[in-house]
């Protein structure tokens, strides 16, 4: 067990070096322009949701595995709601109305601004009532990938919001992708197809671009290259930071197959997935999956005008209906002047 911890602090040592070398020689354009790897961005704890920001945005991503207790939505939206924007991605979302819940629970404060659907994986963005008059161009789209989600309801692939709030461009996108470890390229396939196909119908090659894009959703991409009881050891002893070095969608980031330019919160919460449902025990299956951060959200930011600030990017363990943990952020944007 100590071998294995020296190993790897070791990798996640030269990755954090990495990064922090081409930061400090001001080659962060260029680190990521030649694909080295998703930006790793600190989390500023200071904002609650302040009157500082032009615009705060709550996201949450949740693969439900097909449950829906009504107690669980309340926790996802949060009792303070001083947010402007919620964006909530789904994957395994059961049949039950999942708007109509929403809505009814966000009543008092939010309106929905927009919604994509996709049977099982959906997507819902509100705003404080009232918010007409700030939004524009609200559209809708989704992309299927392969599976048998006509079957049994549970379709892999992504649907996205593109809307315009408060003068900013914004692409929102909740996707599900393949699953098991061994499918890494099909998932990196499948991301690049997404990406390419969303909002490709009938592009405008004037219109304004997004100036804000966010991945959120079960993306799938496993912890590779460590059996399950060593990653559990190091997790129950708060050591979880240390298997970042074995992440797929890291590793992929850094090889240039994915999420070129994006940022993304540090891995502070514990893996996110395979758990035991109505516990916070992982897989105890004759599987005895090895946990892995399956459930992301990602951003990224293309316009000199921008300022984005990360306040949270955590798990919520206190929710036990599903096999996965819901993983929520806490973005702010500042427009200069």
Same mark, same amino acid.
């Given at each position: 067990m &100590?071998?294995?911890c020296?190993?790897l ?10 990064r922090?070398?081409? !930061? ?14 998703i930006?790793?961005?600190? *989390? $500023? ?8 920001s032009?615009?705060?945005?709550y996201?949450?991503?949740?693969? +439900?595995?097909? $449950?829906?207790?009504c !107690? ?11 947010y402007?924007?919620l964006?909530m ?6 049949r039950?109305?999942?708007?109509k ?6 009543? @008092? ?8 659907? +996709?049977?099982?994986? $959906? ?5 404080p ?6 939004t524009?161009?609200?559209?809708? @789209?989704?992309h ?11 379709k892999?692939?992504?649907v996205? *919001?593109? =809307? %315009?709030?408060?003068?900013i461009?914004?692409v929102? =996108? %909740?996707?599900?992708? /393949? #699953? ?8 990196n396939? $499948? ?9 490709s119908?009938?592009?405008?090659p004037?219109?304004? %671009? #997004?100036?804000?894009?966010v ?5 799938n ?5 460590i ?10 002893g708060?050591?979880?930071? +240390?298997?970042? /070095?074995k @992440?797929?969608?890291l ?7 994915i999420?070129?330019?994006y940022? &993304?919160?540090a ?19 004759h ?9 992301r ?5 293309? /316009? ?12 919520? &363990? ?5 096999d ?5 952020a ?8």
């Amino acid at each position: 067990m &100590e071998g294995l911890c020296v190993k790897l602090f070791e990798a996640s040592r030269k990755y954090k070096m990495k990064r922090h070398k081409a !930061e400090a020689i001001g080659m962060v354009d260029s680190f990521e322009a030649s694909h080295e790897g998703i930006k790793t961005v600190d *989390i $500023q704890k200071r904002c609650e949701f302040s009157g500082t920001s032009h615009l705060c945005i709550y996201f949450v991503t949740w693969n +439900m595995n097909g $449950q829906v207790p009504c !107690e669980d939505i309340a926790k996802l939206v949060g009792e303070d709601r001083k947010y402007d924007l919620l964006v909530m991605g789904l994957q395994e979302a059961p049949r039950n109305n999942i708007c109509k819940l929403l809505k009814n629970t966000l009543a @008092d404060t939010h309106m929905l601004l927009g919604k994509s659907v +996709m049977q099982s994986v $959906q997507l819902y963005v509100f705003g404080p009532k009232n918010s007409e008059q700030f939004t524009r161009e609200v559209k809708v @789209d989704k992309h299927e990938v392969g599976g048998l989600g006509w079957l049994i309801r549970r379709k892999k692939g992504a649907v996205a *919001i593109k =809307i %315009s709030y408060k003068g900013i461009q914004m692409v929102f =996108i %909740s996707c599900h992708l /393949s #699953a098991h470890a061994r499918n890494v390229e099909e998932r990196n396939l $499948q991301f690049k197809h997404i990406s390419n196909s969303l909002f490709s119908k009938n592009r405008n090659p004037y219109a304004k %671009s #997004a100036q804000l894009t966010v991945w959120l959703g079960d993306l799938n991409y496993r912890l590779q290259g460590i059996n399950s009881y060593p990653a559990r050891d190091l997790i129950h002893g708060n050591l979880h930071q +240390m298997l970042t /070095s074995k @992440d797929q969608l890291l590793q992929e980031a850094e090889r240039g197959e994915i999420f070129n330019g994006y940022c &993304e919160g540090a891995l502070d919460f514990k893996p996110t997935y395979k758990y035991d449902i109505g516990s916070s025990s992982y897989d105890t299956s004759h599987k005895v999956r090895v946990p892995s951060w399956t459930d992301r959200i990602l951003f990224k930011i293309d /316009s000199n005008n921008i300022n984005a600030t990360l306040h949270s990017y955590e798990a919520i &363990e206190s929710i036990q209906s599903s096999d996965h943990k819901p993983v929520k952020a806490h973005l702010c944007l500042k427009l200069e002047k």
